[in-house]
């Protein structure tokens, strides 16, 4: 089992940056993906980024890439996600999932992929 909490969420203006953070514990991290997802009212759960924790391997969506930066920092068993340049549209509940690494390797940008989820944190950025 793997617990994750998420913090840092808040408001900002357009442009404006803000770092999410999401502290693990439970099973040793060195075998997860960890992944930032996002959902407005009325949409989908929306993949943002993942990183292979014990590699440094990400992959992002190209609707945050060069604005957003994931991380992970194995001493805090903390995974961040630096938001910069941020736009009216990246508003939403924001939440970290994982899941252990299977064979292949694969970030999934699919959200039932992940089977550990924290409880979500709300950014807004208004105009």
């Known amino acids: 089992q793997v617990q994750l909490v998420e913090s840092g969420g808040g408001l900002v203006q357009a442009g404006g940056s803000l770092r999410l953070s999401c502290a693990a514990s439970?099973?040793?991290?060195?075998?997860?993906?960890m992944g930032w997802f996002r959902q407005a009212p009325g949409k989908e759960r929306e993949f943002v980024a993942g990183i292979k924790w014990a590699y440094g391997i990400t992959r992002y969506s190209d609707s945050v890439k060069g604005r957003f930066t994931i991380s992970a920092d194995n001493a805090k068993n903390t995974a961040y996600l630096q938001m910069n340049s941020l736009e009216p549209e990246d508003t939403a509940v924001y939440y970290c999932a994982a899941f252990f690494i299977n064979l292949l390797g694969i970030i999934y940008n699919d959200a039932a992929r992940y089977d550990y989820w924290g409880q979500g944190t709300q950014v807004t950025v208004s105009s």
């Open positions: 439970g099973r040793t991290l060195n075998n997860i993906v």
